[in-house]
């Protein structure tokens, strides 16, 4: 017996005379859907940041030893993880596509295709549909393959299965840590009342920044016949698809909307953008609102961007590409797949040299080291490590090379 993990819910429906009323009024009675989401501006700002912020960093193949970690250039799994996960996508696309369905679908995943004997040949983005698991449950299952996966790949919308160690599987929020819902649906009220003040904006610049109006007769003749005749004729003769009409004698045009002032139209929708980006842990000086920054706290903005929001992004692919891409003696040998974070931490020209040559003078770095981080030749004689010689331990205050006391 089977559990399907996914769950279906139901949305609200009217009738056609509440759907006339309620867009008279202008509200959208569509409901909350997928792609709507990202066609409002703050939603999508803040998956295209996080997608381009990890799919910039470049995720290598290493090998850890005791002089440190070094890169498997050799490996084929190194050139799919770094540079061509598939045939068609460069790794840019491929890490940027998973990161969008992460945080967009609440599932990022890539199908691990596989040789004869094992070896990985390609990584494909897919879409996942369903996680099926054993009915007895994750620990109590005595299957071997507890979790089926239903998905479609890309072209071909037609459901597809395999086991759960033939995907790569990063989760948005997860509660059971095997399922996980997308940002949109914990955020739904809020992205949604952001969409419709983005709408109540493009309706208003629409009608020529022209409020609604009730155009009322005041007459009290109450008798159906005479006010259709008097709608058909009003209809007839002064409305138009202008945003001027004249009003006829008899009748009275009162407005029926607030002003934007009135609504504190721009205090809500500051306070919606803002918890929009909280929730992707997007920090408001990269949606372009500066007035509680200054440059002493940017660049302490945006380590905390890449220790707070970006960290747990990288950690959950590493760990997931170690467990799900490499072998069990492949890890036993010290092999990992790790990201190279520190390509988030350039700074300006002054400021890396700054930080470069403590290194160097520190002992940290070889002058070749600093030289190739600035996309400089090496050179001959700077692969030793240097220190500055006028730095000695106090206890040696007045004694020479030797040992000897100095006058």
């Not at 960093?57 to 440190?68: F, M, Q």
């Not at 070896?119 to 393959?145: C, F, H, V």
């Not at 490590?385 to 040696?396: A, E």
């Amino acid at each position: 017996m089977i559990t399907k993990f996914f769950e279906k819910r139901e949305t609200a429906s009217y009738s056609d005379v509440e759907l006339a009323m309620l867009k008279a009024f202008g509200i959208d009675a569509d409901g909350y859907q997928t792609e709507e989401a990202l066609k409002e501006a703050t939603y999508f700002t803040c998956i295209k940041l996080l997608s381009e912020s990890v799919a910039k960093v470049p995720l290598y193949l290493v090998k850890e030893t005791e002089v440190g970690n070094v890169r498997q250039n050799k490996e084929k799994l190194f050139q799919i993880l770094s540079l061509r996960p598939n045939p068609y996508m460069t790794a840019i696309d491929f890490w940027r596509a998973l990161e969008i369905n992460r945080h967009h679908l609440g599932h990022g995943c890539a199908f691990i295709e596989k040789d004869r004997q094992g070896n990985i040949i390609n990584l494909w983005p897919i879409e996942l549909k369903n996680l099926t698991i054993d009915n007895a449950g994750l620990i109590s299952s005595r299957m071997k393959n507890k979790v089926l996966v239903t998905y479609t790949e890309i072209g071909n919308n037609t459901e597809q299965y395999c086991l759960y160690e033939d995907i790569i599987h990063l989760k948005s929020f997860s509660s059971n840590g095997i399922n996980s819902r997308a940002n949109r649906e914990m955020m739904q009220k809020t992205i949604d009342t952001a969409s419709k003040s983005q709408k109540y904006l493009n309706d208003l610049y629409k009608n020529g920044l022209t409020n609604k109006a009730i155009v009322q007769l005041t007459s009290d003749n109450k008798e159906e016949k005479f006010l259709r005749t008097v709608q058909e004729k009003f209809d007839r003769l002064y409305s138009n698809t202008g945003r001027i009409f004249t009003v006829p004698a008899g009748y009275n045009v009162s407005t029926m909307n607030l002003t934007l002032a009135d609504a504190q139209f721009e205090q809500i929708r500051r306070m919606s953008i803002s918890q929009i980006a909280s929730s992707f842990g997007i920090k408001m000086f990269q949606l372009n609102d500066l007035k509680d920054t200054n440059n002493n706290s940017l660049e302490q903005q945006q380590l905390s961007f890449l220790v707070d929001t970006l960290l747990i992004l990288f950690e959950s692919i590493e760990q997931e590409a170690d467990w799900k891409l490499l072998r069990e003696d492949q890890r036993s040998s010290g092999q990992k797949c790790r990201f190279n974070t520190s390509v988030m931490l350039r700074t300006t020209a002054q400021t890396q040299a700054d930080i470069l040559t403590k290194y160097v003078t520190a002992g940290i770095y070889t002058p070749n080291e600093a030289r190739l981080m600035t996309q400089m030749m090496a050179k001959d004689g700077a692969d030793e490590l240097v220190v500055n010689s006028g730095v000695m331990k106090l206890k040696d205050l007045g004694k020479d090379i030797a040992g000897k006391g100095v006058k």
